[in-house]
C-alpha cells in the first residue's frame, strides 16, 4: 500500500514508473468536471469515476484483488478505509470473481484505518485488502472519487 497526494511536490519519489504517469495524467486533469463512469486512460488502464455517500465500515465489506491494483484518489469529500498489509486469509473470503477481479470479505484482519481528503491517493495492490467509504468520525460525507485499474504486470 501506498498513501500520498498529488499535492504533495514530492509525491513521485519512490512510486513506479507507471503509477508517477499515471498521477501525473490525473494532475492535468478537472477532477470535479469528470463524469461518473469508466473512462479508458489506455487499452489497458481504465479508471472508474463515482459519487457516494460514505457508510459506517460494519455495514460493508472489504474487496481484495488479484490481477489489478487499485488507485483511489478523493476528489471531493472525506473517507475512511480500512487496509491490512497481512497477506489475507483467503477462506474468509467469497468466490472469486474473475471477470471482475474482486472477492469480498466482511471483515479484515490487523485492520488499520486511514483517513483520505481531497487529492489524496492510496494505491492498494494484490492481495491487500481494503474497506473504501466509510465514515469519518461517525459522520457521513459525500463523496467524489475515482478508482484507476492497473494490471499488476505493469509494474
Not at 55 to 81: F, M, P, T, W
Request: proline share 6%.
Amino acid at each position: 500500500m501506498i498513501i500520498s497526494a498529488l499535492n504533495n511536490p514530492n509525491f513521485k519519489v519512490g512510486l513506479p514508473k507507471v503509477i508517477a504517469d499515471i498521477c501525473d495524467h490525473l494532475n492535468t486533469l478537472d477532477l470535479e468536471a469528470l463524469e461518473n463512469g469508466r473512462h479508458d486512460l489506455s487499452d489497458q488502464v481504465y479508471m472508474n469515476v463515482m459519487e457516494f455517500d460514505t457508510v459506517e465500515a460494519d455495514s460493508k465489506q472489504a474487496e481484495l484483488h488479484h490481477k489489478y491494483l487499485d488507485i483511489q484518489l478523493l476528489i471531493r469529500g472525506e473517507e475512511n478505509v480500512e487496509v491490512s498489509t497481512t497477506y489475507p486469509n483467503l477462506s474468509l473470503y467469497d468466490e472469486y470473481r474473475d471477470a471482475d477481479d474482486y472477492q469480498l470479505t466482511p471483515q479484515i484482519e490487523n485492520k488499520s484505518t486511514v483517513t483520505l481528503l481531497p487529492k489524496m491517493f492510496a494505491v492498494f495492490f494484490p492481495y491487500e485488502p481494503h474497506k473504501p467509504g466509510c465514515t469519518v468520525n461517525g459522520k457521513s460525507s459525500f463523496v467524489k472519487k475515482l478508482v484507476v485499474k492497473v494490471p499488476v504486470e505493469l509494474i
